[in-house]
């Protein structure tokens, strides 16, 4: 019986799921693609030959596949290698190649994808294969001896053809073996602007950022409005100066270049050139409007040089635009409306704020915004209904202790943690807190216990390190204890401020005061804290140098008015 080609197609459907699909390829190696021709003489009407499907085809056909499925790749290739070459059935020739490709058995697929391109010449299929083949048997002049010909054939497109080329190469591990292929493959075409630029991205796979500046520098001449090239270039530079002048000088000749002005704005947010990064964000704004991005940029940078009124502005629209997560801008949104003393509107922000980093510390800031309104009640019960839908996150609890010792209920505030504390015994951050909390009623015995638990827990801790050395340091106590757990404080975290204090106090309570001044000195630039002020302005008046310590407590004021440590520090020494 004579059964036509379809059958064969068939059969060649039901064999997709063979076990070589497991096996990766190496990715393919894109071709030019080449004009439609019309079907060749002498095939059916479909463009494909009627076939004979006898019973040797037939098993042959099903050797093959059985094979493949079976792991017996070298004998399932060959099979449907020869069935290939008795057939020239171009749809079992395809076969037989896509089953060596992706087992790897290079050779047998390089013969069938000869064998592919003399029945269809111009499969893109076919020579992509022969590409990709070609390149992972390291075979590379004969590579760019096929890629040539497509690149030929893509004119007056050989520029594009060539980036299309460099980017199917971008993760090839081998990067001396596509150096070698770029700098045969754009030898013609030096030219172009396009072929300087895949030259120089050659350059730089290989490591050679001199050779690769040289090529981009070319590039631009030849084609110097070409913002691709002028940000290549600004990457090969070093960040900072350098790369800022050649992109603002690049910039002046190409003002509507928004992918170099945004890359501009974002290397002056990079150099924390804050206020310039806003002038190009805003030309950015101007272009695009209703950019998400760029109004959020503006907002942001807006906050960070103190404009207020057009962070709140450009926030404001970016929130009401809708795209993109808006719960970062409500947070700003809400500490914008806290700043300008307006209680309710910066809660109602915080109470938008759905999801993210910003939730939690949302929850807390307007609980308490209601404390200082005296809701402190109110304030409580937002943070236990809270706490219903995050049971396990210490710092609800820690926020609630905090409003109660704000609102000067320290015994209130213990006997909560305490509470706390005994329904989970061992959560250092509850620990830690309640240690502070019994420090503040003198229950110094337990303050030690819960620290000495926090260090037997996390031998790593540094804060707990810290708070039991500086608490003994403050009472003047036990100092060679203290020097020993703020040493080991210090030598967890050597740049954190509270502990830098520590540190200076310290110092200052063995008698060191030169040493004790530096290190003070550090605290207190790293964090102008009102309780490093008044260890940094009682060493400066016990140095003699009193107007420097008046100095210092007198801005430690205007910033923390009504600090406890603060006031109680400039009593003793200026009433």
């Not at 030309?283 to 960070?304: D, F, H, K, T």
């Not at 307007?366 to 809701?375: G, P, V």
Request: hydrophobic share 45%; proline share 6%.
């Amino acid at each position: 019986m004579k059964i036509r080609s379809p059958l064969l197609a068939l059969l060649l459907v039901l064999s997709g799921a063979c076990a070589w699909a497991q096996t990766p390829a190496p990715a393919p190696v894109p071709v030019a693609e080449p004009a439609a021709k019309a079907p060749v003489p002498g095939k059916a009407e479909d463009g494909l030959p009627k076939q004979e499907l006898t019973g040797q085809i037939l098993y042959q056909f099903l050797l093959g596949e059985i094979a493949a499925q079976r792991g017996q790749y070298p004998l399932a290739a060959g099979a449907l290698l020869d069935l290939a070459n008795t057939t020239r059935d171009p749809r079992i020739v395809r076969r037989a190649a896509e089953v060596a490709f992706h087992s790897r058995q290079y050779e047998i697929a390089l013969d069938a994808v000869g064998l592919w391109l003399s029945l269809e010449p111009d499969s893109p299929s076919a020579r992509q294969m022969q590409s990709t083949l070609l390149l992972s048997s390291g075979r590379i002049d004969e590579l760019a001896a096929s890629l040539a010909r497509d690149l030929a054939r893509a004119a007056p497109n050989t520029g594009e053809a060539l980036l299309r080329l460099v980017r199917a190469f971008t993760r090839y591990p081998d990067r001396q073996a596509v150096h070698r292929l770029f700098q045969q493959l754009t030898q013609p075409y030096l030219g172009l602007a396009e072929a300087r630029f895949v030259r120089a991205q050659a350059e730089l796979g290989i490591g050679d950022t001199g050779r690769a500046g040289s090529e981009i520098d070319q590039a631009l001449a030849l084609r110097p409005n070409w913002d691709v090239a002028a940000l290549f270039k600004a990457e090969l530079l070093p960040k900072g100066p350098a790369q800022l002048d050649f992109l603002k000088t690049w910039l002046e000749a190409n003002p509507g270049a928004q992918d170099v002005r945004l890359a501009y704005a974002r290397s002056l947010v990079g150099e924390k050139r804050y206020e310039d990064a806003r002038v190009e964000f805003r030309r950015l704004l101007a272009a695009n409007p209703e950019s998400p991005e760029m109004l959020y940029a503006v907002g942001i940078l807006s906050l960070q040089v103190n404009d207020s009124s057009e962070a709140e502005q450009q926030l404001k629209r970016y929130v009401e635009l809708g795209r993109g997560d808006v719960n970062p801008a409500r947070f700003y949104l809400g500490q914008i409306a806290e700043q300008a003393k307006r209680p309710d509107e910066a809660i109602g922000w915080y109470d938008q704020v759905a999801a993210g980093e910003h939730l939690m510390q949302a929850r807390v800031r307007a609980a308490q915004i209601l404390l200082r309104q005296n809701k402190l009640d109110e304030a409580r019960a937002r943070l236990a209904a809270a706490r219903g839908t995050e049971p396990d996150d210490p710092r609800l609890v820690i926020a609630e202790a905090q409003l109660l010792r704000d609102a000067g209920r320290h015994a209130d505030a213990y006997a909560f943690l305490a509470a706390e504390l005994e329904a989970r015994p061992d959560d250092i951050e509850i620990l830690y807190e309640t240690a502070l909390a019994a420090e503040k009623l003198g229950y110094l015995d337990v303050m030690e216990r819960r620290l000495q638990r926090v260090i037997a827990l996390n031998p790593e801790s540094a804060q707990g390190y810290n708070a039991l050395g500086y608490s003994f340091a403050d009472r003047n106590m036990r100092l060679d204890e203290a020097a020993q757990l703020i040493d080991k404080a210090v030598m967890l975290k050597p740049d954190d401020a509270a502990i830098l204090d520590s540190k200076g106090w310290l110092l200052f309570r063995q008698g060191n005061l030169p040493a004790a001044l530096e290190y003070l000195r550090k605290a207190f630039a790293k964090m102008p804290d009102a309780e490093i002020a008044a260890h940094l302005g009682e060493v400066l008046w016990v140095l003699g140098r009193r107007d420097e310590a008046l100095a210092v407590w007198r801005e430690a004021a205007k910033a923390h008015p009504g600090n406890d440590v603060l006031t109680a520090t400039i009593k003793r020494f200026a009433p």
